[in-house]
């Protein structure tokens, strides 16, 4: 009986020992010997096109007048853009939106004020030096606010790509030195993602101005917008 019994426990333990080894395998196999790192490059590049917002509204108590009125502002707008040599296709402008708009009054509270117009128009500038006759000109219409003004390269997707490539070998140079302190060697990589990608093109702010450019039209500077690019990458580690 006792002969029985011990045969089943060895059983037992060569099943749970073959159990066991069989996890630690698969697990080595699933998760082998590698390092992870991250790649980030950054590529300055320069300002060579502005995108101008422009938005126009006007109100009055007659819908025929401010109708009428705000086409012509419209076509004051287009006039002037025109005036400074922009190409037709650079210029976008939307629809006119109508509306009713209220005022409030201590006697009768919010009461209809009349109809109020709307409308966009947005231009692209590749000549930077237009910069300040355009701000002085629109700044001078009435009824007319300019509502930003995004900075951009004409090659940014160019840009973006050498950049990409640049952040990846970072990361595998990274991966080989960290490798070879240990006496290894980097091999295939397992993953890569590209964890992050900056382009700041939103405003002034974002645009800095070095001393290699020259000042454009008394305070202006085209200036370099910085497009950065992290990877994330995993390589398999080969020991010597």
């Known amino acids: ?73 419209v076509k004051e707008v287009l006039d002037f853009l025109m005036e400074n040599e922009l190409p037709e296709h650079c210029i976008q402008t939307s629809g006119m939106e109508f509306g009713e708009y209220f005022v409030t009054s201590k006697l009768k509270g919010r009461i209809k004020g009349g109809y109020q117009a709307s409308s966009s128009i947005n231009f692209k500038v590749t000549d930077l030096s237009k910069y300040k006759d355009l701000w002085t000109g629109i700044s001078r219409m009435e009824n007319v606010s300019l509502n930003g003004i995004t900075y951009n390269n004409s090659k940014r997707i160019k840009h973006q790509s050498e950049t990409r490539k640049k952040a990846l070998l970072a990361a595998k140079e990274k991966a080989q030195k960290l490798a070879q302190t240990l006496g290894s060697e980097i091999g295939k990589p397992l993953f890569i993602e590209e964890e992050r990608f900056g382009y700041s093109n939103n405003n002034n702010s974002n645009v800095y101005a070095t001393n290699e450019q020259a000042i454009l039209n008394e305070g202006f500077a085209p200036g370099q917008i910085p497009i950065t690019v992290q990877i994330k990458a995993s390589f398999s580690l080969v020991t010597q």
């Open 1 to 73: 009986m006792k002969q029985i019994k011990n045969l089943d426990v060895r059983k037992t333990a060569m099943i749970l020992i073959t159990l066991v080894t069989t996890i630690l395998v698969s697990d080595a196999a699933e998760n082998p010997p590698h390092v992870t790192v991250y790649g980030t490059a950054t590529t300055s590049v320069a300002v060579d096109e502005m995108n101008w917002r422009i938005r126009i509204n006007h109100k009055n108590p007659s819908l025929e007048e401010v109708a009428k009125a705000h086409n012509s502002t």
